[in-house]
């Protein structure tokens, strides 16, 4: 027995096809941007409330290199970027993701001009990559708080410490 294609596949867009899905997302439209390794509470929630923002929601992922260059570790990211998409795509709160090569999404934001621009609340608003043109376009942009102290740096050292404190 076959199976149909998951509908969320539908949402990853590499970055070539994003003009011409842009079109079809209803308005107003969230812009974050991020790793999304290993993803947790924390990812899931802040998803969550930059969605509530707007009425569409893109995702823009650093791909493998670009996470690499980020210096989070010689062995990150520890899933490959179609398997992050995968899974972020999978996501209610998530409309279409896409992803950068780039050491920062400020092309891509450029590209996109959201009507708000969102980041996690280690980011204060005036170092968001793309606020000020954001703002002098007359969007917003936010810094949200975390209500979950997690962390996929955390979690992969617990796990290599096999679980223990």
Known sequence: MSYPTPRFEAKI????QLAERLAGLPRPLVFTNGCFDI????HVTYLAQARE??????LALNTDDSVRRLGKGNDRPVNALPLRAAVAAALESVSLVTWFDED???????????????KGGDWPVDKIVGSHETLARGGEVHSIPFLHQTSTTETLRKVRAGGRE
């Open 39 to 42: 993803l947790h509470r924390g």
């Open 13 to 16: 867009c590499p970055p070539e």
């Open 104 to 118: 920062t999404p400020a092309g891509l934001i450029a590209e996109i001009c959201p009507d708000i621009l969102v």
């Open 53 to 58: 923002l707007g009425a569409s929601l893109i």
